[in-house]
């Protein structure tokens, strides 16, 4: 979002410093005075900093510094990465193909870039026997050590227990599309 500057007619006080559009000191004026001025150079007057004594306003094309500002935020949102958070669960008396399976989903996760909160879910009178959900969840860390970090200690709430992966800085994140991250047209 483009901060909003006064500009021209918006601009209060009485005294402002002008600061020219190449960067050059014209001094303290009146805020007339400073209007005039842009007026003849076919210019805006724009606030820039109304804190300081006396406002400092500088002489510029209020529109397309707007422009600018827009284009920068654009690129500055493309370079952004969205990292969602993922929950996969298990349960303490999970068979080996079912955990081999929800590992590959959370390496595939990992693989993405997003973060993955494994929950082992207890059942009853399950919750008594939480030592066999922590050796799960330290058994999945263990076997996605390659391409994940653990971020903290597997957390018991309630009947669930839970652990945060986040993927390795050092592995890069494939695309969403399935392509190389630089491929050349």
Known sequence: MVKEL???DKILGREVRVVGDQG????VMTVAQAKDLAR???LDLVEVAP????PVCRLMDYGKYRYEQTKKEREAKKGQKLSLLKEIR????IGIHDYESKVRNIRKQLEEGDKVK???MFR???ITHSELGIKILKRAAEDLSDI???EGQPTLLGSRIHLMLVPKPGAKPKSKEGQPENAED
């Open 40 to 42: 003849r150079g076919n």
């Open 148 to 150: 994940a970090l653990v």
């Open 124 to 126: 009853g009178r399950e």
């Open 6 to 8: 006064r500009v021209n």
């Open 24 to 27: 050059e000191q014209l001094g």
């Open 90 to 93: 298990l349960r303490p008396k």
């Open 51 to 54: 804190t300081s004594v006396p």
């Open 118 to 120: 494994v929950t082992i």
